[in-house]
Nanobody, 124 residues
Framework: QVQLVESGGGLVQARGSLRLSCAAS????????MGWFRQAPGKVRESVAY????????YYADSVKGRFTISRDNAKNTVYLQMNSLKPEDTAVYYC?????????????????WGQGTQVTVSS
């Protein structure tokens, strides 16, 4: 079992920045990919970005490409999401998740470990 704890959410004005952190513990050796997802009220949970734990391969949703950066610190078992040029439409609960599957994926159903979520609110 992998435990994930997110931090760093909050209220920010449009065009501002936030950095989310996700600390992993437990069976972290079983993790191949870490992902960030978000869910706005009334909408489905969507993939924002992912990073391969070992090789660093990354993916970004088109809606955040060029504004968000995912990174990892293997020594600290922590994944980060740097969010710049935030927009009101980025408002959502952000979740980090881990999957043991060797192929990276954006499929919510294939991520087996989830954090509790952190609220990000962007005001216009």
């Amino acid at each position: 079992q992998v435990q994930l704890v997110e931090s760093g959410g909050g209220l920010v004005q449009a065009r501002g920045s936030l950095r989310l952190s996700c600390a992993a513990s437990g069976r972290t050796f079983s993790v191949f990919t870490m992902g960030w997802f978000r869910q706005a009220p009334g909408k489905v949970r969507e993939s924002v970005a992912y990073i391969r734990w070992g090789g660093g391969r990354t993916y970004y949703a088109d809606s955040v490409k060029g504004r968000f950066t995912i990174s990892r610190d293997n020594a600290k078992n922590t994944v980060y999401l740097q969010m710049n040029s935030l927009k009101p439409e980025d408002t959502a609960v952000y979740y980090c998740a881990a999957t043991p599957l060797p192929s990276p994926t954006t499929d919510v159903k294939l991520y087996k470990s989830w954090g509790q979520g952190t609220q990000v609110t962007v005001s216009s």
